[in-house]
């Protein structure tokens, strides 16, 4: 046997025990697969229950304090769940729209769960609506239509926007005179505000 036969041999056997040792090592390693971390459920923000209470909640595992501020109230504090989720109930509520944010360590913030907004420049919120017998639930009766106008404005030089509502079966160019009612926005609203949530 020549010596460069004995060397690969030698060669081989070594790759042959490294070979067996790795698979001796991964063997002996505790088989534990890292599982794909879990999205956590989603928060159901607001809910409305039968009894027109609801219930607000807001994922915030590292906050220490977490409010419930909604207008015409003083602050509520929100109890912290096991998974991080504040919460709070309302007494039974009477119909209609209601503002609200929550406040956590100190911080006003929007819901994320809800899509209902309340648009504000200064103090942005969200709104929960109460249905029951107000003039503004949705019924099977004739609907007008709202127009969204664009105009410049020459006395403060910007470009601004209003919108016009006009009833149903409302014909321009009929000789027919409607009544007019012209509504002003707050300080800190924006032109959707009567039409979004006034």
């Known amino acids: ?3 460069l036969s ?3 041999i030698f060669s081989a056997s070594v790759f042959a025990l490294c070979l ?3 698979a001796f090592a991964q063997e002996k390693q505790p088989q534990t697969q890292a599982r794909p971390a879990q999205p956590p459920p989603p928060v159901v923000s607001p809910e409305v229950h039968s009894d027109n209470s609801v219930t607000f909640r ?4 590292n906050a220490q304090q977490v409010w419930l501020a909604r207008e ?3 602050p509520v504090a929100m109890d912290k769940d096991d998974l991080g989720v504040w919460s709070v109930t309302t007494a039974p509520l009477t119909p209609d729209y209601y503002g609200y944010s929550i406040v956590m360590d100190g911080v006003r913030e929007l819901d994320p769960s809800n899509f209902r907004l309340i648009p504000n420049f ?3 919120a969200n709104a929960v609506y109460i249905p ?3 003039p503004w639930d949705i019924t099977d009766v004739p609907h007008g239509e709202i127009h969204h106008h664009f105009y410049k404005s020459e006395v403060v030089g910007i470009d ?10 409302y014909n321009a160019a009929a000789a027919k005179t409607y009544p007019v009612l012209y509504l002003l926005h707050g300080f800190s609203d924006e032109a959707s505000g009567w039409s979004g949530v006034g």
């Open 122 to 124: 200064l103090t942005p």
């Open 6 to 8: 004995s060397m690969r």
């Open 132 to 134: 029951g017998s107000s």
């Open 58 to 61: 807001f994922r915030a595992p």
């Open 72 to 74: 015409g109230t003083e």
């Open 160 to 169: 601004s926007d209003y919108y016009v509502y006009t009833p149903p079966n």
């Open 20 to 22: 067996s040792l790795l």
């Open 1 to 3: 046997m020549t010596e």
